[in-house]
């Protein structure tokens, strides 16, 4: 893990691919609003509103988002334009029902190599509900390739339960899992020639994003950013120059602080990414109005060619 500030190329190091990861659980749309919370028909403009502004001068934005609804993907969709796409399927049935956790991309960038869905429970491979979850839970994973560059990345994007702990221990013990299988599908793929070969600092980069209900005190966090585990916190590895926003992500729809907590994270590979900074966005302003009871998680990464 390299910290960089410089983007592109330079003439002291490598060629750098420049990406923006941003994840956000948008709260789905409920018919039961709390207190301070708008419907989604006017909180879906804010939504789209961040997710354009916040990519739109990072052609190589990766998008990840928490409990979406089919019908809050499909305005997401239509109000971010067509040149988006999406990989990611409804929790509770595996098509579209109940809450996505999908993964958006610009379809002239990047292209999927291979994708699925594992639902965090002892049967991964069809809807289900693990350990002590309240919910399904899922976790989409794409293996995406950069048009330009043939570079991979394989993205990861999940929703742990907010009530079973036991259920986010062992969810977390799964996308581990998951990780080094791919991490081993990769290298036997690149032994047998079948993907180009990439640098010799760089093996598969892969991202977690998601909101984990977990504070970096407790049971998930502490699995996932654990020295052996293969992934660390993209926010320790950030300079506090390079630190922008708040500290919290989940606030509720309240301003008080004591409510608040750190619960959305992005997590890198160790391997190959540099960083060149992180942010915890905001959701309220002059108005008002929250788009959501969680805040944007940003983190602005390169990949070296």
């Known amino acids: 893990m390299q910290h960089d500030n410089n983007k592109n190329n330079t003439n002291n190091g490598p ?11 948008i709260r789905y ?46 305005d997401i969709l239509e109000g971010l334009g067509p040149e988006w796409a999406y990989i990611g399927v409804g929790r509770d049935d595996g098509k579209k ?10 379809s002239r960038v990047w292209t999927i190599q291979d994708s699925q869905t594992i639902w965090l429970s002892p049967t991964p491979e069809i809807p289900s509900k693990g350990w002590d979850a309240s919910n399904k839970r899922i ?9 330009e560059t043939g570079q991979s990345v394989l993205a990861l994007n999940t929703h742990l339960d907010d009530q079973g702990t036991q259920s986010r221990l062992e ?13 081993e599908q990769h290298r036997s793929n690149q032994q047998q020639g079948q993907q180009q070969q990439q640098g010799p600092l760089c093996k598969l980069p892969i991202f977690l994003a998601g909101d984990f209900n ?13 020295e052996s585990s293969p992934l660390l916190d993209l926010r320790t590895t950030v300079g506090k120059s390079d630190l922008y926003g708040h ?15 750190r ?22 302003f002059e108005d008002g109005v929250y788009s959501s009871d969680h805040r944007p998680v940003v983190g602005d990464v390169a990949l070296p060619l």
């Open 15 to 25: 060629t750098l691919v420049p990406i923006r990861l941003y994840t956000h659980n």
């Open 29 to 74: 749309a409920s018919a039961n609003l709390f207190k301070n919370e708008l419907p989604w028909s006017e909180r879906a403009s804010l939504i789209i509103r961040s997710i354009r502004f916040n990519s739109l001068h990072n052609p190589e934005s990766l998008i990840c988002l928490q409990e979406v609804l089919h019908s809050q993907l499909l």
């Open 97 to 106: 029902a109940g809450e996505y956790s999908p993964i958006l991309f610009r």
């Open 139 to 147: 976790l989409t994973s794409v293996l995406l390739r950069h048009w």
């Open 171 to 183: 969810s977390a013990k799964m996308i581990v899992a998951h990780i080094a299988a791919q991490q």
């Open 214 to 226: 977990s504070t970096p005190d407790e049971e998930a966090y502490l699995l996932l950013a654990t």
């Open 247 to 261: 500290e919290n992500t989940f606030t509720g729809f309240e301003s008080r602080p004591v409510d608040q907590k």
């Open 263 to 284: 619960i959305d994270f992005l997590f890198l590979s160790k391997d190959c990414w540099h960083v060149q900074g992180y942010g915890v966005l905001e959701t309220k």
